[in-house]
């Protein structure tokens, strides 16, 4: 029997343990930090905030847009919508990226992507395939910034320039 503060007596009682979570490890720290930084500068450069940006973005901004881009629609509605809403162009630039970044994983779905005909059965098969990917391309963009600056990214815009161009 239990005793209240009030004075009643409980018969009968369930009581609930919760654990409490477990202390991150240093890589995960690691990981999670990386994360962070990355969603945080996508949010600055992002739709989201792209039209309060009162400067072309840098490359290492387009970087993190296009791959943030990728990430956003393809967890939303697959390799189908993302191809849709951003168009064949800006998947070829984020396959660069994906390749720039160590991302070969990812690159060769959206490659396989690229190669399919819009509303095609095969889609399915790819966003599963990339719903199991273990590349974590967050961490994989601050990594690469973080080792390589932007020149990558700048090597890919002006290859684009003199396509375009």
């Known amino acids: 029997m239990l005793q209240t503060i009030t004075g009643r007596t409980i018969k009968n009682a369930t009581v609930l343990y919760s654990q409490a979570p477990h202390p991150l490890g240093p890589k995960a720290l690691v990981r999670q930090d990386l994360q962070d930084r ?54 070829r630039r984020a396959a660069k990226c994906l390749q720039s970044i160590g991302a070969r994983r990812t690159g060769r779905l959206l490659e396989s992507a690229l190669g399919l005909p819009p509303n095609s059965p095969q889609f399915e098969r790819l966003d599963k395939a990339f719903y199991r990917s273990s590349e974590d391309l967050p961490s994989l963009v601050m990594r690469h910034l973080e080792n390589h600056g932007s020149g990558a990214a700048q090597q890919a815009d002006a290859a684009d320039e003199v396509r375009d161009g």
């Open 38 to 91: 990355f969603y945080a500068r996508y949010n600055q450069v992002g739709p989201a905030g792209a039209s309060r940006m009162a400067r072309r973005p840098s490359a290492a901004d387009r970087l993190v847009r296009v791959i943030g881009d990728l990430e956003a629609d393809v967890n939303n509605g697959g390799f189908d919508q993302y191809l849709c809403n951003k168009g064949r162009a800006q998947a």
